[in-house]
Each structure stands twice: as C-alpha cells, then as structure tokens.
Nanobody, 124 residues
Framework: QVRVVESGGGLVQAGGSLRLSCAAS????????MGWFRQAPGKEREFVAA????????GYADSVKGRFTISRDNAKNTVYLQMNSLKPEDTAVYYC?????????????????WGQGTQVTVSS
C-alpha cells in the first residue's frame, strides 16, 4: 500500500505562481512513475504532468506546457509541481498519483494510488 499526500494548494491571482508538493510512502518510491492530474467542477479528471521514475523524462498536457514544471526528489520521496503564469482556467482540484512498476505513465488507468487532492483557485 502506498500513501500519497498532496499539499501547497491555495488561492492566487492570475499570473501568479504556486508550488504543489506530493509525499508518497514506500521504500521503493524511486521505482514509481508519478503524475499530477486535475479536475475542475463538472469536468472529468485530466492529465497535467508526469515524470519518469528516474526523473530523466517529464511530459505535460498542452494546456500547461511552458508554464508548469514537474520534478521529483527521490531522497525525500517527494514530487513537485511548479505552476507559473497561472490562469483562471487552471482552477481545479489537483491530484497526485503513483504508478507502481512503470517507468512512465500518463493515463489515469495506469495509476494505482491517489492522494486526496488539493484545491487550486486562480482569480481573474
């Protein structure tokens, strides 16, 4: 069992920045692919960013490319999502997830463990 806990959400004005953190339990964290997803009210959960277990590769949704950066610190069992130039349409609950046994994953169905989510609200 892997426990995933997000933190760092909040209210920010358009154009501002936030950094989300995600701590995952488990002695084999360095073997998990990790990802961030988000869900806005009335919409389906969507992919935001993912990072390979080694940190050597990261992928992004087109809507956040160039503005968001995912990174990980395997020594701290933590993955981060740096969000810059935030827009009102980025408002959503952001979820961190762990994919056990995969080098990299970007589909919801490929993730095995999910956090409870953290709210990000961007005001115009």
């Amino acid at each position: 069992q892997v426990r995933v806990v997000e933190s760092g959400g909040g209210l920010v004005q358009a154009g501002g920045s936030l950094r989300l953190s995600c701590a995952a339990s488990g002695r084999t964290f360095s073997t998990y692919a990790m990802g961030w997803f988000r869900q806005a009210p009335g919409k389906e959960r969507e992919f935001v960013a993912a990072i390979r277990w080694s940190g050597s590769y990261a992928g992004y949704a087109d809507s956040v490319k160039g503005r968001f950066t995912i990174s990980r610190d395997n020594a701290k069992n933590t993955v981060y999502l740096q969000m810059n130039s935030l827009k009102p349409e980025d408002t959503a609950v952001y979820y961190c997830a762990a994919s056990v046994g995969r080098y990299y994953a970007y589909k919801l169905s490929e993730y095995d463990y999910w956090g409870q989510g953290t709210q990000v609200t961007v005001s115009s």
